[in-house]
Structures are given as structure tokens and as C-alpha cells.
């Protein structure tokens, strides 16, 4: 009765005890179970009294029955920890302990068995080993270190990565002094000296980029940070990363070289250089194109576009250029250009295109490259404007020198025909006719000769000293020279000349140009009308043009023009002509750098335009 | 000696008109030479010759540097009058400017007159030749 009444108050002590219990006799079958095994297992239709302990948990580790064997010897040993599923289906984990059972009179009855619930530590245990497995993981790959430097004991711990960094044997001992050491002398290890100071003293923290010497005697760039951790208010420890970042200092550094290399290049360019982007937007300008578009930032010129900068004429066939050289991939390679600027300013380039290609292989814009070929280009026209006075002037010679062969080649003709005749005539006076003829033929001779001379007096002496003449007085004085043959043809002059026209220009050239003028007025002057000459002048440029108009005969341009100036050409029977004097005066007019032009309508006048330079 | 017509000299040149009259006095017999001063001259006289249906020149001695027209010009005009007879065409000149045997090779074959080129001075025995009619 007693035992039964015993056996109940413990049966519902045992209920009552606030972490899962099992109580088991000798055979392991169990005698009690407290009620939070129910809650624990989640299962309150389980019956535990009276089970044997194996077939209620048949997943129990069998090693656990010899460890409970020895438990009901009286050595209670640990047993570990069970995992298995709940009801829906978590993980769950139990620790589970014993102790022998022993009644009042110290005899074994058998064994307690209690059953804690140690998920969550069981979850967090493995959380941290699988931070600690990431964190060593990601330190081997991103050669990042960790260190510890505690205030307390003075002493300095380097994770295995943070060694390697250093190339110290993984047994190293650092010291803080150690430490530090390794730091490049000058600049690096008076950074983190301070740095450490701080951190220690203050309690900031630091993240530097500095330079260690390993202690292989390598150099190399670090990334160091430390933070001080405090306890009870006090810095007890520093901790902190320690990463290598050698091949990215490296690597930067001599990307920095590259562009900075590529920038001086490009700045120092005698070409105008200029990156665009796929709306002819411009991203990139270098000095010399800043200077030709005449600013001094070059952001002021970035985002521009052609239509920002150039007239819209210039702008427009620049962007023309720019879509087909991106739409074609094919560059446009030194292609004469002119540019004209909004002020008006003209420069003529020798430009490239080039697209600019993405991975793909599609335009993403375009380098543009441009010289300034303005002073070249003139140099050029300079030249060639050279070739064609001196092909004009070669042409000139080679007519002059057929002139004179022809000339020299007539009379001499001549001269063998009469002396040939000469000496098988018979008849004096016959003699007499062809010696009369001989003296004729010298005359001529020396007539040709007399203008020849004359021609190349003037071809020779293109350099004489131009002065600056009134123009009108200068006429007046040639009338006034000429004024018996002018008074005898009743030739009527109209001098319109202003007062104030000067010309510089050979004094003789204009006094035998001006004096050709007139008796050529009064040579082909029209046998109906009294001749009349009218001299008048017009700025033209940079020439001084001087109009002379007269009412004569007139000329065919359309068949003589081109012989009009040529030498021994005359085109009128009239005994004065001699050809000479427009050959001689266009000459004139063209070693004084000017040029003469003609208008006439036969039997109506004829109109000289002489240009004075 | 060989009987020609009538002959035309043109030439500016007087000494040169008086050479070939003298010269053709001891290779020729012709009734008619007549000298001009310039293409035009001739040219006007030939022209008016054909529509008076008067006689033509059989040889016309021809310089090329003459003042109006010269050679060229009344050669340009004559080869396309209309005559039917074949003329001979002695271009006279003291010229060796290539242009001017281009000029001759040019007209040569744009006409069926006959065209000799000559340089001055002219020998009796070349006068012989280019006075030979076909």
C-alpha cells in the first residue's frame, strides 16, 4: 500500500519535472516518463510507460545501449546527441544523458535518462562552421588576412592567410613591433605607426593603402584596416583585415601610365584629334582641337556635335561623313577637306575617319584625325600659280624665239635670193634694181632687230621700279607730247580719270602704253566718224582698272582675238602697222603684274581693259 | 619652157614678190602673175573670179606670216570654195615652227588642190619642180 502509494506520488513527481525524463528499470523498459517528452516528440498518443526504451526510439544509436549497460553498473557515461524529424518535418536535435537509478537502500534499480532540446545550438554551431569554412574560403581567394592585436597580453595573432601576405612560416609569432616592422620604412611605416597610435589611444579606426617588405624582402601593396573593439568601455583589442592588393595597385598603376602616356600622345599631337560618339556627340578632344575651335576647356567642347560648333553647311556634310563611316565600318583615310568656321575662318584639312567597334563589331562612334594642310595648301597654289607663270613665260620664249628665226630666217632668205640673182644678172640696170632691193632687205633687217631689242629689253628687265603715278596727269602729259598728231586727226580725248587715282606702276611702261593707245586711236580710227578716245578707271580688287574706249574700225575677237596681242600680227592695211605695239604693251602690262583685257564690235570701237596691280 | 596661165603670188613681203616674179621669168612662160599683200586680197579676187566665171590661178605661191590674213586663214577659206580645178598651193615660208608643218599636213588632206611646203630661200631648180602642173 505504501509502495503503491510510493509509486504514484513519484510517478506524478516524475510527470511534473520540467525537462523530458525517462526513468527505465534494468531491462530498459520504461518505468516513468515526464510529460515533456510529449511536447518534446510532439506526439501525445504515445504511451511511454511499460515500452521498452529501443522499440519506442528504434533510431536510437545502438553503441547508446552499452553506454546505458554501463550506467546500470553505476558509471553513467556520456551518450550524445540524437537528430531526427519532427512531426512537420524539421531537423531536430536531443541531447541525451543518463544516471544510474538507485533506491533509498543505494541499490540500482535502473537508469534516468534526460533529453534536452539543443536544436537551436546544434543550428548555430553549424552557422558559425560554415562562416568560418565561407570567410577562409574568401580570404584564400581575395588574399584577404585577418589579425588580432590584444592591449590586455600584448600580444599579435595573423590568420594563415595574413602570414602568407608577409611570407612568414605559418608558425610565426608576430609581436606588434614585428608588425610594424614590416611595413615599408619612410611613409608607410609612419602611416601605420600613427594609425595603430590612434586606434589604440582614440579608438578610430583606419583602412590604408600602404607598402610592406615581406620578409622575402618583396614589395608589396597592402590594404590594412583595424577597428578597436571595446569591452566595459575600455579598447581591449584591435582586429582587422589584411589584404594583398599588389596586382591591382600594379595593374592601376600602370593603367594610369598607360592613359596618362596615351594623353600626352594624343595632346601633344600636331593633328586635330576628336572621339564621337554614335550621335557625332564628341567625348574626347585634344589640345590642338580645342585650340583650332578656340577654347581652353575642353569640356566645352564635350556633347557638343558639328551643329554646335560649324555652320550648318559644314556641320551637315560632317555628319554625313560620320554615318557612313559607321554604317560601312570603313574608315575615310586622308581625305582633302576644307572647314569653314562660324567666323568665316577657312582651313583646309587632310582628315581620317576611323569607326570605333564594340565587342560586337558594331560602330560606337569614331576617331577623328585631322591636319592642318592651310599653309601647305597655299604653299601649293603658291607653286603651282609659280608653274604657270613660268610654263606661260617658257611658251612666250619659245613663240619669241620661232619670231625670231622666222624674222632672221626671212631677210637672210632674202639676202642669198638677190645676191644670187647679183651675180648671173647681166643687164646694169637690172644690177642696179637688185642692189636697191639689197639696201631694202639691211633696212628691214635692222627694223627687225630694233624691235626685237625692244621686246627683250622689256622680257629682261622685269624688275624695274615701279613709282607711283597720277594717273590722269600722266594721260594729260601724253596728250600734250602727241598733240600735233592728235590735232592733225582731229582725234577728240576725254580724260574721265579722277584726280586722285595713283598707281604705282614703270613710268616709261605707262608713258609707251598710254602713247600705243593713241595712235593705235587714231590708226584704226573709223574713215566715217571723227575718233574719240575716252580713258576712265574702276576699282576691280586689287587692281586699278583703266577703261579706254574708242569709236574706231573695231576688230573680229572671234578671228582675231587670239593673235590681237601676238607679235608681227596686224589686222587692218594700214602702212603704220607693224604688229609690235599690243605685243609690246601687254608685255608691259604683265611685267608690272597687271593684265589687259579686250572688248570690240567691228565697225563700232574696241574697249581695253588694262588692270594695274 | 612650160606655159602657165596664170599665176598669184602672195606675200607682204616685196623682195619676196620681186624674187619669184624674176624666177619664174626664167623657168616659166605665163601670161598673167599677180601679187597681194595679204590672204584677203586673194582670197576676195579668187572669190570674185568664180562668180564672174573669169580664169583662175593654176599656181599660187603662198607666204604664212602676213598682216589681216594670213596663209593659214586663206588656206581655211580657200579649200572650201568651190573650184574645180586642181591648184597648186606652194606655201612659201622662212618659218620652222612645227606648228606650221602640222598646219600643212592638216590641210594636204582636206583638199584636192595640190599643197607643197617650202622653205625660203627658194633655188632655181625647186622653182622648176613646184611649177610643174599634173
Known amino acids: 500500500m505504501l509502495k503503491e502509494k510510493k509509486t504514484i506520488s513519484t510517478s506524478f513527481l516524475v510527470k511534473q519535472l520540467p525537462t523530458a525524463t525517462l526513468f527505465v528499470d534494468m531491462k530498459l523498459n520504461i518505468v516513468y516518463a515526464s510529460d515533456k517528452l510529449t511536447s518534446l516528440f510532439c506526439d501525445n498518443r504515445i504511451n511511454f510507460v511499460g515500452q521498452s526504451l529501443f522499440t519506442l526510439f528504434p533510431q536510437l544509436n545502438l553503441k547508446w545501449k552499452d553506454v546505458l549497460i554501463e550506467c546500470l553498473k553505476g558509471t553513467s557515461n556520456y551518450m550524445g546527441i540524437q537528430g531526427f524529424k519532427d512531426l512537420s518535418g524539421n531537423e531536430k536535435f536531443h541531447e541525451w544523458s543518463n544516471a544510474t537509478w538507485y533506491d533509498s537502500e543505494e541499490n540500482i534499480i535502473g537508469a534516468i535518462i534526460q533529453i534536452n532540446d539543443v536544436s537551436s545550438a546544434i543550428e548555430s554551431d553549424m552557422a558559425l562552421e560554415k562562416a568560418n569554412i565561407l570567410l577562409k574560403q574568401q580570404s584564400e581567394l581575395s588574399k584577404i588576412g585577418v589579425w588580432e592585436y590584444d592591449l590586455q597580453n600584448s600580444t599579435v595573432s595573423w590568420c594563415p592567410m595574413t602570414k602568407t601576405i608577409h611570407e612568414v612560416p605559418l608558425d610565426y609569432e608576430p609581436t606588434i613591433d614585428t608588425a610594424i616592422q614590416y611595413y615599408k620604412e619612410g611613409h608607410s611605416r609612419n602611416t601605420i605607426s600613427m594609425a595603430v597610435f590612434e586606434a589604440t589611444d582614440k579608438g578610430i579606426p583606419w583602412s590604408l593603402k600602404l607598402q610592406i617588405i615581406t620578409a622575402k624582402g618583396n614589395e608589396k601593396w597592402i590594404m590594412a584596416a583595424g577597428k578597436p573593439i571595446f569591452e566595459k568601455g575600455k579598447i581591449a583589442r584591435v582586429m582587422g583585415t589584411f589584404q594583398d592588393i599588389n596586382e591591382q595597385v600594379l595593374s592601376e598603376t600602370k593603367t594610369k601610365g598607360d592613359a596618362k602616356l596615351l594623353k600626352t600622345l594624343i595632346d601633344n599631337l600636331p593633328l586635330n584629334v576628336f572621339i ?28 557638343k556635335t558639328d551643329f554646335d560648333l560649324y555652320p550648318f553647311e559644314t556641320a551637315k556634310l560632317s555628319r554625313d561623313e560620320d554615318l557612313k563611316v559607321m554604317e560601312t565600318l570603313k574608315p575615310i583615310l586622308g581625305q582633302e577637306s576644307i572647314s569653314i568656321k562660324n567666323d568665316g575662318t577657312e582651313t583646309a584639312f587632310l582628315s581620317s575617319k576611323i569607326p570605333l567597334l564594340d565587342e560586337n563589331g558594331c560602330a560606337t562612334g569614331l576617331v577623328g584625325i585631322s591636319l592642318d ?28 624665239a620661232h619670231i625670231v628665226s622666222h624674222n632672221l630666217r626671212s631677210h637672210s632668205a632674202n639676202f642669198s635670193m638677190l645676191l644670187d640673182f647679183l651675180v648671173n644678172e647681166k643687164n646694169e640696170k637690172e644690177k642696179d634694181k637688185i642692189v636697191d632691193m639689197l639696201t631694202q632687205a639691211s633696212n628691214n633687217l635692222l627694223k627687225t632687230l630694233e624691235n626685237l631689242n625692244e621686246v627683250v629689253t622689256l622680257s629682261t628687265n622685269t624688275q624695274a621700279k615701279k613709282e607711283s603715278v597720277n594717273l590722269r596727269s600722266k594721260i594729260a602729259s601724253i596728250q600734250e607730247n602727241l598733240s600735233n598728231l592728235i590735232a592733225t586727226n582731229k ?17 616709261a611702261y605707262l608713258d609707251s602704253i598710254l602713247m600705243n593707245f593713241i595712235t593705235n586711236g587714231v590708226k584704226y580710227k573709223h574713215p566715217d566718224r571723227e575718233p574719240i578716245l575716252k580713258f576712265n578707271t574702276e576699282k576691280k580688287g586689287e587692281y586699278t582698272l583703266l577703261n579706254i574706249e574708242d569709236n574706231g574700225l573695231g576688230i573680229d575677237l572671234e578671228k582675231y582675238g587670239s593673235k590681237l596681242f601676238g607679235m608681227y600680227k596686224t589686222f587692218h592695211t594700214n602702212k603704220d602697222s607693224r604688229g609690235m605695239g599690243l605685243y609690246i604693251t601687254k608685255n608691259q602690262v604683265e611685267a608690272m603684274r597687271g593684265k589687259i583685257e579686250v572688248e570690240s564690235k567691228l565697225g563700232e570701237g574696241t574697249k581695253f581693259k588694262v588692270f594695274f596691280k | 619652157m612650160r606655159k602657165i596661165n596664170f599665176i598669184s603670188i602672195v606675200d607682204d613681203d616685196p623682195i619676196m614678190v620681186f624674187g619669184i616674179k624674176k624666177m619664174l621669168n626664167s623657168t616659166v612662160e605665163c601670161k598673167v602673175v599677180e601679187s597681194y599683200n595679204n590672204g584677203n586680197l586673194a582670197l576676195e579676187n579668187i572669190k570674185h573670179s568664180i562668180t564672174k566665171n573669169k580664169p583662175l590661178p593654176e599656181i599660187i605661191f603662198l607666204d604664212i606670216n602676213m598682216p589681216i590674213m594670213d596663209g593659214w586663214q586663206f588656206l ?59
Open chain 2, 76 to 134: 581655211t577659206e580657200f579649200i572650201t570654195l568651190p573650184i574645180k580645178t586642181k591648184v597648186k598651193v606652194n606655201i612659201v615660208t622662212s618659218s620652222i615652227d612645227p606648228y606650221d608643218l602640222t598646219q600643212w599636213e592638216f590641210f594636204k588632206n582636206r583638199t584636192h588642190h595640190i599643197i607643197t611646203f617650202n622653205n625660203k630661200p627658194i633655188k632655181k631648180q625647186k622653182m622648176d619642180d613646184i611649177t610643174k602642173i599634173a
Open chain 1, 491 to 507: 582725234l577728240n580725248i576725254i580724260n574721265d580719270v579722277s584726280k586722285d587715282i595713283h598707281i604705282q606702276i614703270v613710268p
Open chain 1, 276 to 303: 564621337k560618339d554614335r550621335d557625332s556627340k564628341k567625348i574626347l578632344v585634344n589640345k590642338s582641337e580645342c585650340e583650332y575651335l578656340g577654347v581652353t576647356d575642353a569640356n566645352e567642347l564635350l556633347d
Open chain 1, 373 to 400: 594642310i592651310t599653309n601647305l595648301k597655299q604653299k601649293e597654289q603658291e607653286l603651282r600659280s609659280l608653274i604657270n607663270v613660268t610654263s606661260l613665260q617658257n611658251k612666250k620664249l619659245i613663240n619669241f
